[in-house]
């Protein structure tokens, strides 16, 4: 039979033929008339959480660049014009989660979908962060750079942003999301999509069952690079990488992260039946190391050809050339190999949406899962010995493959854009000369203006490492003790007499960007009772005790907050200009505190150098400026001190 591993072991999740039929939904009125469809302005957007949803994009605008070469393709990653502690959330925080929590990780995706479901959908929904200040550079260099015709999302978190400007700022764009895992979550949907575009049949039952009409899910397939697509000579590919033609193939994918590779890798070269193995680790140089020196250790132990690659820009020929490949059942990386006809080995999916790829995949009878390393080897030697079952499997990733994923999202979500809204928009675009953007007028605040100035603040500042160690992780209890924090401390600029408030504005109404200092004293306790609060007040006090030892003379403590992180070095040079100008009219040392990368750099361009570095969850420079400051311009000084970063 052919759905057998061998005569005593079966994989009952893995079936002798796919489950789902194909489903095919390309058939759209491509509007062969419409005006302006081959030079559109499209804007692809992902997040780089992982490599898979950026790959996605890519894949997507490789396509639209072949179908419409004429057309304004930008794809744009949206945590790149976030902080970078922002960043580290998605790119550092999540890996590690994975890593050594996956459990709990799944139990979150679990939980999050529970809480979600009942509400679904609500269409009044708004996104805090897409309305805040952490992606406001993304607003300004991208969303506002030119008038989009369309924008594809490959990730929830830029379709959230996205749809909560488009309807504060009434833009006409479509916008439409695409699903890059076998199966849809609740955290997914979001108001203002257009359209959904989803792997199969199953996700868009799904949605359907929370509410999403019918006519808003497009099952297109998941996208993968054209160059998958194009036909090779194997034997030629396997001579160019060095690969054994004597040999099965079989690829170890660590995914974009390389994550637990090492004893996955013992496991493979404990087979008996011979290989050559193509390990690659991706982005993670580490556990690169790590395997070229297990490989090293277990010299003479085993009778494999191997071949250790990181980061690798020709999958499609290493596709090309395998017999099966092992790793995780990430969406981009499983599409890739259907679409190459490779059969798979799941090693250990973690809870999430691994596991449920891992279950469409078993279902359709293109995969073998094995749920924990130490079968690994097992399962992979019953494979290599069974040839029947590994052409059904090559047989029905071909069948399930969708290679015109790309195609299908590209020709569908062009029907959805206005042709007069394209031919207006293409009009501005053409413009060198677009409307100007509004002066920024400087103006000194008063006590009247604390409130607004207090709440441009706390969304600041309230995904900063120090302020997320300080006060509660739950989002609204935060805000509310950052509030606090930061009343608290706009008080004494008005009570102290040496302080200010100065703020950029648009226009009479609307404050851009603020800034405020003051002279304070080291352990000065703000934000009421909080207890980390005070410990993180009393560590204060003993670097600023140990740096003011340094010196003879008095040592003045200012304590400075500002925002405009994403504005250009004229806009703070211009913001901070009244602290220039007072600084220099004192005689003693200054001491200041820099929270972020922008706040050092703009405190170096007022004359102050770091003197101590404190690492997270702190996370500040203590920094001193001398009595003799340098009188060069601030703009001068800062614009020289941002070009050297």
Known sequence: MEGRLDDDVRSPN?????????????????????????????????????????RAAQAIGEEYKRMFPKSHIQV????????????????????????????????????????????LPNQNQKSKDGDGVIFRSFRRKVLKSRKWDLVICCHMIPAQIVGSWRAKTGRKFPLVLLITDFSAHSGWIQPEVSQYFVANGESKAYLKSLGISDHLVTVSGLPVDPVFREKKDAQQLKMKHNLDPNLPIVLQLGGGLGLEMEESFH????????????????????????????????????????????????????????????????????????????PMLINSPIPGQEERNSDYLLENGVAVKSAIPELLGFKMEL?????????????????????????????????????????????????????????????????????????????????????IHLFPLDVEKRLLGIREYFLHSLRNVYSSGTGQVWALKEDSERIKDIAYWYQSFPGEVIGGSNEKLEEVNKEHERIFK??????????????????????????????????????????????????????????????????????EPLSFWAMTREKQSNNEGILKRISGIFAKK
């Not at 939904?25 to 959480?49: C, I, K, M, T």
């Not at 050339?321 to 006809?341: H, Q, R």
């Not at 009244?578 to 004359?607: K, N």
């Open 267 to 342: 496991q493979l070269l404990s087979v008996s039946v011979p290989v050559h193995y193509v390990v690659v680790t991706g982005k993670n140089k580490q556990v690169k190391q790590i395997l070229e020196n297990v490989l090293e250790s277990r010299k003479g132990t085993h009778q494999h050809k191997v071949t250790i690659l990181g980061y690798c820009s020709v999958m499609h020929e290493l596709y090309y050339c395998a017999d099966l490949s092992v790793g995780k059942p990430g969406g981009m990386s499983s599409s890739e190999a259907l679409v190459s006809g490779v």
């Open 383 to 467: 494979l290599l010995k069974n040839p029947k079952k590994l052409e059904t499997m090559k047989k029905n990733s071909l069948e399930i493959a969708r290679p015109e994923a790309a195609k299908s999202i590209i020709k569908r979500s062009i029907s959805l854009v206005n042709p007069v809204d394209a031919m207006e928009n293409a009009s501005w675009n053409s413009k060198s000369n677009h409307p100007k953007k509004k002066k920024l007028q400087l103006v000194q605040l008063s006590e009247e203006w604390l409130e607004e100035s207090c709440n441009l603040l706390c969304y600041f500042y309230s995904y900063h490492p120090s302020f």
């Open 546 to 615: 140990e740096i003011s030892n340094e010196y003879q003379d008095p040592i003045g403590f200012w304590k400075l907050h500002f925002t405009g992180f994403d504005s250009e070095e004229e806009s703070i040079a211009k913001l901070l200009k009244p602290l220039f100008d007072q600084l220099g009219t004192r005689g003693d040392v200054c001491y200041a505190e820099a929270f972020t990368e922008v706040e050092r750099c703009c405190l170096e361009g007022l004359g102050f150098v770091t003197r101590r570095e404190i690492e």
């Open 14 to 54: 893995c079936t002798a033929t796919p489950l789902e039929p194909k489903i095919h939904e390309d058939d759209w009125n491509e509007r062969e008339g419409f005006p302006l469809r081959d030079s559109l302005s499209v804007l692809l957007l992902a997040a780089s959480a992982g490599t898979g949803h950026m």
């Open 76 to 119: 744009e990653d949206v945590l790149e014009y976030t902080p970078a502690f922002h960043r580290a959330i998605y790119q550092k925080g999540l890996p590690a989660t994975l890593k050594h929590a996956p459990h709990l990780y799944g139990f979150i995706y679990d939980k999050q979908e529970k809480v979600n479901s009942p509400s």
